[in-house]
């Protein structure tokens, strides 16, 4: 499975943006479904955007209208831009991939992503 290294986390103020980027080994954003997760400390790891093959988006709904989901499917790279930041959207966001192609909404459940980077912090104060 392809490696995912993930760069982009930051710190800023409430209000600012960060754009997190996830480089992979090889092409399988083109072909499946991607996704980034954030987990603050003491809580669960959750879905905040996934991405499938034909472009098809989810979004946790406290993101919605703040943060897109992208990819670049010739080098590689996911991307998510994050605007409007707020403190509770502080955390460890980790990229990951699902190698299984799907033409239905792409997936926010932890359990059906196997392949995981080893993440990028982001900081929001407020």
């Known amino acids: 499975q392809a490696s995912l290294v993930e760069s982009g986390g930051g710190s800023v103020q409430s209000g600012g943006s960060l754009t997190l980027s996830c480089q992979a080994s090889?092409?399988?954003?083109?072909?499946?479904?991607a996704g980034w997760f954030r987990q603050a400390p003491g809580n669960v790891r959750e879905g905040v955007a996934a991405?499938?093959?034909?472009?098809?988006?989810s979004y946790l709904d406290s993101v919605k209208g703040r943060f897109t989901i992208s990819k670049d499917n010739v080098n590689n790279n996911l991307y998510l831009q994050m605007n409007s930041l707020k403190s509770e959207d502080s955390g460890m966001y980790y990229c990951a991939a699902d190698p299984v192609f799907r033409t239905t909404l792409p997936p926010l459940r932890e359990a059906a992503y196997p392949n995981w980077g080893q993440g990028t912090q982001v900081a929001v104060s407020s």
């Open positions: 090889d092409d399988t954003f083109s072909f499946y479904c």
């Open positions: 991405i499938n093959a034909v472009g098809d988006t």
